[in-house]
Nanobody, 127 residues
Framework: QVQLVESGGGSVQPGGSLRLSCVASGYTYSSYCMGWFRHVKGNERAGVAAIDSDGDTSYADSVKGRFTISLDKAKNTLYLQMNSLAPEDTAMYYC?????????????????????WGQGTQVTVST
């Protein structure tokens, strides 16, 4: 069973930075993809950034140029570096993962593409 544990959330002023981490364990297969999502009450869970099984990335338009997703396979840890944070980035951030038995796993930004989720970490951007 895949387990995901996020950390790194907190409160920051507009223009500030945070780095989220997600430690993964329990993968059965060597091919997997991962993503970061965020959720604000009353809205659907939205994809922020994702990385595919080849290491290629995709981003939501709202975070391009400000957020960077990366994966350290040796540490089984996914990161999200968030710069130039704005109040509209305030949300609960979730790490997600999907694994495949061989083949390719895409960098999907749709939450239905992932079966494994962390518990979330809150990010609050305010003055």
């Amino acid at each position: 069973q895949v387990q995901l544990v996020e950390s790194g959330g907190g409160s920051v002023q507009p223009g500030g930075s945070l780095r989220l981490s997600c430690v993964a364990s329990g993968y059965t297969y060597s091919s997997y993809c991962m993503g970061w999502f965020r959720h604000v009450k009353g809205n659907e869970r939205a994809g922020v950034a994702a990385i595919d099984s080849d290491g290629d990335t995709s981003y939501a338009d709202s975070v391009k140029g400000r957020f960077t997703i990366s994966l350290d396979k040796a540490k089984n840890t996914l990161y999200l570096q968030m710069n130039s944070l704005a109040p509209e980035d305030t949300a609960m951030y979730y790490c997600a993962a999907e694994e495949v038995n061989g083949g390719y796993c895409p960098a999907a930004l749709g939450h239905l593409e992932y079966n494994h989720w962390g518990q979330g970490t809150q990010v609050t951007v305010s003055t």
